[in-house]
């Protein structure tokens, strides 16, 4: 995926408004194709977890925790992924063993450690091959906009600090469709991290009576940090994100390397990294999503996941109450459904 254009994250400028007329044309199209979607029902509860934009905004973190919220519950769930950088077309079942990202994508490899995950652009396949699994709930990482199945609960996570960049629509800005249509067919706002990025949505969801939560990212395994320094590199949505949570967890950032979302890493690009960090005399720092992307590769890639360090990170709810009531209300959605026939 190539890197979003930094102009996207700031004031809307001369090339957001250029760039105007296909942003409308876009988010005409968008528009419609969801208010005119004929979604496929499926027979299971479907908990879709989508943003408003293109890049990270935390939706991985906040899938995995909904599964344990399922999973409490007395649920089986189950993550349909659309398995983006990968090249499986699907559905098929990732198998964290043996699979790689180059075949399946990356955040699916994440996913794999916590519940079953069905990769697939075809996500009704998707959801039968995971309830034949014995899943009698299923998890949606993304898939917001696409419409193709049933969705019984959407729930928007929004970067704190990023929000909404520009408030554009594709290309001029990040957003994929309008707000007020996105919203629409929401039905709660999750905003993660601390900043005003997010107020706009915020209003626009208090506005519309759309349930709105906070959440934060949490380090799972800070202390390992304080007081090293590193070379951090990362290919995620918001690297400095990133970089900013390792020096927060008590290390510190002497060399940052940053690269696109789902970057693939070759060979070169892994022994540059680890040649500047040697001759640095820094240890090395990444993220679990780039480190899945290193898995089952090549044999430089097997050095780098033996010498980095890999910052885990989890998601804090500012009501911890929050994941189980919205794990209920997905049920209670689809009970509604099954009885509407």
Known sequence: MSEAPPFWWGKADWRAWALWPASCIYGRIARLRLDNARPVATPLPVLCVGNLTVGGAGKTPVAIA?????????????????????STLGPVLVDPHHDSARHVGDEPLLLAAHAPVAVTPDRAAGAGLLAEQGCDFLIMDDGFQSARIAIDYALIVVDGKRGVGNGHIIPGGPMRAPLVDQLRH??????VGEGDGGDRVVRQAARAAKPVHHARIQPVNAQRFTGKGYLAFAGIGDPEKFFDTVEQSGGWVSIARSFADH???SDDDLADLLATASA???????????????????????QMLQRAEVLE????????STPGRIIEKTLERFRARRVRG
């Open 263 to 265: 970057h693939l890493y």
């Open 66 to 86: 909904m599964a344990k919220a399922a999973t409490a519950s007395g649920r089986k769930p189950g993550f349909l992924s659309r398995g983006y950088g990968g």
């Open 280 to 302: 640095s005399s820094l240890d090395i720092v990444t993220t679990a999503k780039d480190a899945a992307r290193l898995r089952n590769g090549s044999a430089v890639a097997a």
């Open 313 to 320: 990170i989890g998601i804090a709810f500012e009501q911890p």
């Open 186 to 191: 929401g039905d709660a706002v999750l905003v």
